[in-house]
């Protein structure tokens, strides 16, 4: 990079002297040429300077950018660790639904097996006893018929 700076510096002075030359009527070298080439050496040398600190403060800015960068780069890194640590969560979580799911329906299941396991002798049983109610109230009739005082018990009962 210096050697840009004084390669732009250098033919900056050619181009900026080279029309003094040309309408130099004498080729000697006077004191105020001297002196002339002095500031501008000088005002070279100050704009080397500044060039030179530029260059320091781009090099700390770049320090910084890279630091900044890897700072950042650490966060994405973090934050793709946490998204991969939810992604599992978020299996597992899946997975326990589908086991409670699952085993909601197999205690329907059950609880409906159960049901008409449990009914069915219920229901033979009060269809036996209607039957043999049914019997009984034919054999009353009967009865009934031969005799008045059960005849006036079951009308007084409603049968």
């Known amino acids: ?11 900056f002075l050619i181009f900026a002297l080279f029309p003094m030359w040309a309408y130099a009527e004498n080729s000697s070298f006077t004191q ?4 002339r080439l002095n500031r501008v050496e000088d005002r070279v040398s100050r704009v080397e300077d500044r060039l030179t600190r530029v260059e320091d403060r781009l ?17 994405f890194n973090a934050l793709n660790h946490r ?21 909601m329906l197999t205690l329907v299941g059950f609880i409906l097996w159960d049901r008409r396991t449990t009914l069915a002798p219920v229901v033979r049983k ?34």
């Open 83 to 103: 998204m991969d640590d939810l992604n599992t969560r978020m299996n597992d979580l899946h997975g326990l639904m589908l086991v409670l799911i699952s085993g």
């Open 1 to 11: 990079m210096k050697m840009q700076v004084h390669a732009a510096v250098l033919i």
């Open 126 to 159: 009060s269809i036996e006893l209607e039957e043999r109610g049914v019997k009984m109230e034919k054999v009353l009739k009967e009865l009934a018929l031969k005799d008045p005082t059960v005849a006036e018990t079951l009308k007084h009962v409603g049968l």
């Open 32 to 35: 105020q040429d001297r002196d």
């Open 59 to 75: 090099t700390r800015v770049e320090e910084g950018l890279k630091t900044t960068n890897q700072r950042i780069d650490d966060g």
